[in-house]
T-cell receptor, first 110, second 114 residues
Framework: DQQVKQNSPSLSVQEGRISILNCDYT??????FLWYKKYPAEGPTFLIS?????DKNEDGRFTVFLNKSAKHLSLHIVPSQPGDSAVYFC?????????FGKGTRLHILP | KAGVTQTPRYLIKTRGQQVTLSCSPI?????VSWYQQTPGQGLQFLFE???????NKGNFPGRFSGRQFSNSRSEMNVSTLELGDSALYLC?????????????FGPGTRLLVL
């Protein structure tokens, strides 16, 4: 039973447009959420996080939105750039646990 | 089941020194991942070891290294410490790896570099 789900295995977005990556979770005990970016043959790199007391956190081109009632978070990348092509993982943390989703591969099209 | 243990819990070092941190995973878990947590940089992934092999590595300089023993215990070493290495270092264990299932954190080692 997946507690953290990224339902889109891949996403293609035109360069310069907005990329929206989605993540759903099932456990209300999660209180801290993170997004990581991963290139092939490398480990995940932390991008941005949000605590459950907030509904939005912004860092440059990256914004994470949290909807606690829907148990849903999303990562917005604006504007999308070629270097954003990678696999994006969301993660949910609470207590002594962290669980990663299975990732969404983002392709930025020229 | 006993949880993940980390030693030492607190450490104070000076710049230029080296440090070794230890992590004992939950019994039966073969994957150990290391993270660095700082207020400004979030929870950064350092590396993952599985069955004594480094399987994934984050974007950290070569001063950060690790290893895993046959009993799955893992050590992380940081050489030539810098002030910016002050952080909470967390290890997390899981049965198969960070991408595939729940990882369980240890209590962390808080490192202060003076």
């Amino acid at each position: 039973d997946q507690q953290v789900k990224q339902n889109s295995p891949s996403l293609s977005v035109q360069e310069g447009r907005i990329s929206i990556l989605n993540c759903d979770y099932t456990n209300s005990m999660f209180d801290y959420f993170l997004w990581y970016k991963k290139y092939p043959a490398e480990g995940p790199t932390f991008l941005i996080s949000i605590s459950s007391i907030k509904d939005k956190n912004e860092d440059g081109r990256f914004t994470v939105f949290l909807n606690k009632s829907a148990k849903h978070l999303s990562l917005h990348i604006v504007p999308s750039q070629p270097g954003d092509s990678a696999v994006y993982f969301c993660a949910a943390s609470g207590g002594d646990k962290i669980i990663f989703g299975k990732g969404t591969r983002l392709h930025i099209l020229p | 089941k006993a949880g993940v243990t980390q030693t030492p819990r607190y450490l104070i070092k000076t710049r230029g020194q080296q440090v070794t941190l230890s992590c004992s995973p939950i019994s039966g878990h073969r994957s150990v991942s290391w993270y660095q947590q700082t207020p400004g940089q979030g929870l950064q992934f350092l590396f993952e070891y599985f069955s004594e092999t480094q399987r994934n590595k984050g974007n950290f300089p070569g001063r950060f290294s690790g290893r895993q023993f046959s009993n799955s215990r893992s050590e992380m070493n940081v050489s030539t410490l810098e002030l910016g290495d002050s952080a909470l270092y967390l290890c997390a264990s899981s049965s198969q790896g960070w991408e595939q299932e729940t990882q369980y954190f240890g209590p962390g080692t808080r490192l202060l570099v003076l």
